[in-house]
């Protein structure tokens, strides 16, 4: 089936550095790929629509700036959180739709973040 | 503002018996649905999809929908201790939402040997 790989799985990072994560279709093409986040015991929330060759469309209250996305090819999205903050502190996870077309996503096995 | 709502848990279940989890939502044109299963700190991963009223059954999971209500559930049966994670009720609006899904909190549930 359709895999959808994540790097790095896990990153500790000082505040105000930034910090990219790679999402990546490894066997088929996603035109389109979504970024959700998660806080512990919480649900996931979707953050932007990552477009390939577009902008990103950002969901209310997500900061653009702040979480830059670049969906340069078919197979790659990246996540870039820039002057990463404690707050910051989460769960990312990539997900992109099935080539079959299904209204399903694949997610990917996400990354786990931690601002010090 | 749309909403799914699941109970939160942890909801324990003696191994072999059934787990009956609940989620309800707030958008009346939802129209698809799908039950994940996730396990700590790992991404969810799709259980079953679900998009007409009534029950739909793959194996020992069988989720029921219920659009009138704005219900949807899920039933394990002979619950496994591996059955043990937290199960997202996911839900699509229509076309223009495609690939948004809107997810509850989860229901913990926890399979007692």
């Known amino acids: 089936g359709a895999v959808v790989s994540q790097h790095p799985s896990r990153v500790i990072c000082k505040s105000g550095t930034s910090v990219k994560i790679e999402c990546r279709s490894l066997d088929f093409q996603a035109t389109t790929m979504f970024w959700y986040r998660q806080f512990p015991k919480k649900s996931l929330m979707l953050m932007a629509t990552?477009?390939?060759?577009?902008?990103?469309?950002?969901e209310q209250g997500v900061e653009k700036d702040k979480f830059l996305i670049n969906h340069a090819s078919l197979t790659l999205s990246t996540l870039t959180v820039t002057s990463a903050h404690p707050e910051d502190s989460s769960f990312y996870i990539c997900s992109a739709p099935p080539p079959s077309g299904e209204e399903t996503q694949y997610f990917g096995p996400g990354t786990r973040l931690l601002v010090l | 503002q749309k909403e799914v709502e699941q109970n939160s848990g942890p909801l324990s279940v003696p191994e072999g018996a059934i787990a009956s989890l609940n989620c309800t939502y707030s958008?009346?044109?939802?129209?698809?649905f799908f039950w994940y299963r996730q396990y700590s700190g790992k991404s969810p991963e799709l259980i079953m999809s679900i998009y007409s009223n009534g029950d739909k059954e793959d194996g020992r999971f069988t989720a029921q929908l219920n659009k009138a209500s704005q219900y949807v559930s899920l039933l394990i049966r002979d619950s496994q201790p591996s059955d043990s994670a937290t199960y997202l009720c996911?839900?699509?609006?229509?076309?223009?939402?495609?690939?948004?899904?809107?997810f509850g909190a989860g229901t913990q549930v926890v399979v007692t040997p």
């Open positions: 990552s477009n390939e060759g577009s902008k990103a469309t950002y």
């Open positions: 996911a839900v699509l609006s229509g076309p223009d939402s495609w690939g948004k899904f809107q």
């Open positions: 958008d009346r044109v939802s129209q698809s």
